[in-house]
């Protein structure tokens, strides 16, 4: 059974940093494209970053573009958000997703098969 499990998440002022962090089981993250989406209060979800399982090749929106970073420790089998100079407009429920796509995509479809349950990110202006 896949689980992807989010923790990390907290309430920070405008400025600050946290790190995201996607636990996964069942899967090696090595063999998944993992993504990062969000979904703030009354907005549909979107995606904010992923990492390619083939190359390791990323995409991030173009308004965290400079702040975020994704990265993945196969050891650990785990992927992270580092997060920078947080917005109040990046508070959100952060979710992370698996799929079996040679590349990545942002887009919120179908081919992200395996969700976690969120971690909720607060940024206090």
């Known amino acids: 059974q896949v689980q992807l499990v989010e923790s990390g998440g907290g309430l920070v002022q405008t400025g600050g940093s946290l790190r995201l962090t996607c636990a996964a089981s069942?899967?090696?993250?090595?063999?998944?494209?993992i993504g990062w989406f969000r979904r703030a209060p009354g907005k549909g979800r979107e995606g904010v970053s992923c990492i390619s399982r083939i190359d390791d090749s990323t995409r991030y929106l173009d308004s965290v573009k400079g702040r975020f970073t994704i990265s993945r420790d196969a050891a650990k089998n785990t992927v992270y958000l580092q997060m920078n100079n947080l917005k109040p407009e990046d508070t959100a429920v952060y979710y992370c997703?698996?799929?079996?796509?040679?590349?990545?995509?942002?887009?919120?479809?179908?081919?992200?098969?395996?969700w976690g349950q969120g971690t909720q990110v607060t940024v206090s202006s």
């Open positions: 069942g899967i090696t993250v090595d063999d998944r494209s």
């Open positions: 997703a698996a799929t079996e796509l040679v590349g990545c995509t942002l887009v919120d479809g179908p081919v992200y098969v395996d």
